[in-house]
């Protein structure tokens, strides 16, 4: 070894209650290196026909609940009447337009929509039905591998869950993340446990093809007998899928909020080491239940027919389209993010403008990080995927990370893949932060 070589430290830092922060790792460069400046890089891209073989992609985010979620840090209004919803629909579907126009689109069919909130599913069914035909109308979905829809359990009706049937929708989320009346009252959803089963009921009857539940771990109060019977009635009711979420505490949340008032410094959920614990046993019951767990946060009932294409179309680098406010796309490799607040959004579009706020192309080194840390929560990767698209052996480019999650004990490299094992899988968004480049460490993440 050199001198100039960087010793690894003998473990991990040490990160066990949990602080104020973002800790989920959706994309790199962080978000913070994103800037108006290089808006131009975006239009740009648009003028570039399509690389050959890029899959394109769809999403829009719905920004309206019930209530907001004392966790929650999307964007998303509470307040907005059905005249400001229809303007948005309206705004959506105008920006969808100023994008099915650019050379760009060159002529593709969209091969994965996805519905995100907020709460599509706050949507009546004329609104929803209004928004998809336009859509359908601009860029066709014929073929589309899978359509998304994000649903809050209580939002839903069988009238309702048949209309989402009949637009495409092939993956149908719903946001339980706990069973209990009192948690779910305390972390402010809008939902209570017997709308759970109702809806789900309704969704089985009506054969969606994929039914995902989403569960988050370490709610405000919750304790480790009350995510236990989270667990087991998630098996009862048998979904396709399972997403599993450990909390956390980002700053523009109302629990952060509640925090700097009262001068705490940690947040009162439970700490990492819990969070970790729950999960991993969460999995374990699922896997004795038949379920294969296929990435960082995910279980599938029967991984031959259940994907992610969403997930796995953008982390191999696929064309995506953000429509509505503050909400994020990737052309060409150029990364962006929308206008943040609904009346900017809105005007721009109304203005014949793209409401493009921030951007960032990222160099080729970039893209192969982003690319690989990504597909490292999968919990392996295969390094023939990155010899072929970037001339580059992940092994070599990225030793001495690899080298200091072998030495704490949580991958490998085994053959032509590295493999995380399931307690490196269970923390994998603070180890992917080894991969960063200097410039990256140390900054705020959104």
């Known amino acids: 070894m050199t001198t100039t070589e960087t010793i690894a430290p003998l473990s991990p830092p040490l990160q066990k209650q949990t602080t104020v922060g973002n800790y989920f790792v959706s994309n790199y460069p962080p978000f913070s290196f994103w800037k108006p400046e290089l808006v131009p890089d975006v239009f740009a891209a648009l003028q570039r026909p399509p690389a050959p073989g890029t899959p394109l992609g769809v999403y829009l985010h719905i920004p309206?609940?019930?209530?907001r979620c004392h966790f929650c840090y999307f964007k998303v209004y509470t307040d907005k009447d059905s005249a400001a919803i229809r303007g948005y629909i309206e705004a959506?579907?105008?920006?969808?337009?100023?994008?099915?126009?650019?050379?760009i689109i060159g002529g593709r069919k969209v091969n994965f929509v996805y519905f995100g909130g907020g709460t599509?599913?706050?949507l009546s069914v004329d609104q929803l039905q209004y928004l998809t035909d336009g859509m359908k109308k601009l860029i066709s979905w014929d073929g589309a591998e899978e359509v998304t829809f994000e649903c809050e359990p209580g939002t839903l009706t069988s009238h309702k869950l048949k209309a989402i049937r009949e637009v495409g929708v092939t993956r149908l989320s719903l946001g339980v993340e706990n069973f209990d009346d009192h948690i779910l009252e305390v972390n402010g959803r809008?939902?209570?446990s017997k709308e759970i089963a109702r809806a789900y009921?309704?969704?089985?009857?009506?054969?969606?093809?994929?039914i995902n539940i989403d569960l988050i771990a370490g709610m405000v109060e919750e304790t480790g007998a009350n995510w236990k019977e989270c667990v087991r009635k998630t098996i009862e009711m048998s979904p396709d899928s399972v997403t599993i979420y450990q909390m956390e505490v980002p700053y523009n949340t109302d629990i952060y909020q509640a925090m700097k008032a009262s001068g705490q410094l940690v947040a009162p959920v439970a700490d990492w080491d819990t969070k970790r614990a729950?999960?991993?046993?969460g999995f374990a019951e699922l896997e004795r239940a038949g379920y294969t767990v296929g990435s960082a946060y995910t279980a599938v009932k029967n991984k031959e027919k259940t994907r992610f294409i969403y997930r796995d179309r953008l982390w191999?680098?696929?064309d995506l389209i953000g429509l509505g406010v503050a909400s994020f796309g990737q052309l060409q490799g150029t990364h962006c993010q929308n206008l943040h607040d609904f009346e900017p959004y809105v005007n721009a579009v109304r203005a014949g403008k793209l409401p493009v706020y921030r951007a960032l192309t990222p160099n080729a080194d970039e893209r192969l990080i982003r690319e690989f840390i990504l597909q490292l929560k999968l919990g392996r990767t295969d390094c023939g995927y990155f010899q072929k698209k970037f001339g580059v052996d992940v092994r070599q480019r990225f030793a001495q990370p690899l080298r200091v999650?072998?030495?704490?004990g949580f991958g490998e490299v085994e053959g032509d893949s590295v493999v995380l094992n399931r307690e490196g899988l269970l923390q994998v968004d603070r180890l992917l932060h080894e991969f960063f480049l200097p410039e990256h460490k140390n900054a705020r993440y959104a």
């Open 278 to 281: 729950w999960v991993a046993w």
């Open 64 to 67: 309206f609940c019930r209530k």
């Open 316 to 318: 191999a680098g696929a």
């Open 120 to 122: 599509p599913s706050y």
């Open 92 to 103: 959506a579907l105008q920006e969808l337009a100023l994008y099915a126009g650019q050379p």
């Open 201 to 210: 009921s309704y969704a089985r009857e009506l054969e969606f093809p994929q």
């Open 405 to 408: 999650l072998h030495d704490w």
């Open 190 to 192: 809008a939902h209570h």
